[in-house]
């Protein structure tokens, strides 16, 4: 919330994208340049479809 506050929305959706890739570097199982392996664990299933739909809903 304090970033949307003070920062342009442009900067928020970019910092907002880098830290779902943070996420998920972190938290998911996938092979280099295979996107068919990429999996989240059951607890961060829906973070994504989350985050894909807040970005979209402006």
């Known amino acids: 919330v304090y970033r949307a506050d003070t920062e342009e929305g ?3 959706l970019r910092w ?8 998920c ?3 998911a ?3 280099k340049d295979n ?3 990429f999996q989240l ?3 961060f299933t829906l973070y994504p ?3 894909y739909h807040l970005r979209r809903s402006q």
Do not use: A, N
């Open 35 to 37: 996107p068919g392996s």
């Open 25 to 27: 570097q972190k938290f």
């Open 41 to 43: 664990t059951d607890t």
């Open 29 to 31: 199982v996938y092979e």
């Open 16 to 23: 907002l994208d880098k830290m779902l890739i943070r996420l």
């Open 49 to 51: 479809q989350f985050m």
């Open 10 to 12: 442009s900067d928020v």
